[in-house]
């Protein structure tokens, strides 16, 4: 698919035949927050005596990103600092390190290593090229072409299957 022009229904009707084919029964929900959590592999220790900050990736919502350098092997890393306000957002943001650390696919971003510590969420993870998604749409300002359209739903539908598999 990458690196060819596609047809769009083409490429969802590929996206839901392998989406909807007959699986076992759903694991009950309890039985997967119970793996999201102990996937979410969260150590208790200070960051800064493991990765330096180099910069500055922006910020959103919930949290803070910095570009960071892995003090052992150099390793460039992106870092989503956060400082939940509530229970709820802690137990979200613990959610998504979980999601990211349960299964290494190549359609979600991969987390490294996460840190409580200061009662803050220290998230250290794969640098995406290109940065953040959300930009990239703001300084399109809505002139998206067909092609760059294709690509991100693409994208996007690897990254729910995966999740969903």
């Given at each position: 698919m990458d690196g060819q022009a596609?047809?769009?229904?083409?490429?969802?009707k590929v996206i839901l035949k392998r989406t909807?084919?007959?699986?076992?029964?759903?694991?009950?929900?309890?039985?997967?927050?119970?793996?999201?959590?102990?996937?979410?592999?969260?150590?208790?220790?200070?960051?800064?005596?493991f990765y330096t900050v180099v910069g500055k990736e922006g910020a959103g919502g919930f949290a803070r990103v910095f570009r960071c350098q892995r003090k052992e092997d150099g390793q460039l890393c992106a870092l989503k600092f956060t400082e939940p306000r509530t229970p709820q957002e802690r137990e979200a943001i613990e959610n998504e390190i979980g999601i990211m650390q349960l299964g290494q696919c190549n359609s979600i971003v991969q987390c490294y290593e996460a840190f409580d510590f200061q009662n803050r969420l220290w998230?250290?993870?794969?640098?995406?090229?290109?940065?953040?998604?959300?930009?990239?749409?703001?300084?399109?300002?809505g002139n998206y072409s067909e092609e760059f359209c294709k690509y991100s739903l693409y994208k996007t539908c690897m990254g729910l299957l995966d999740l969903h598999n």
């Open positions: 596609a047809n769009p229904l083409i490429c969802l909807f084919q007959p699986k076992k029964d759903l694991q009950d929900h309890t039985v997967i927050q119970s793996a999201i959590k102990t996937a979410a592999n969260i150590r208790n220790e200070n960051p800064s005596n998230i250290f993870m794969e640098l995406m090229d290109g940065g953040a998604f959300t930009p990239i749409l703001e300084e399109k300002q």
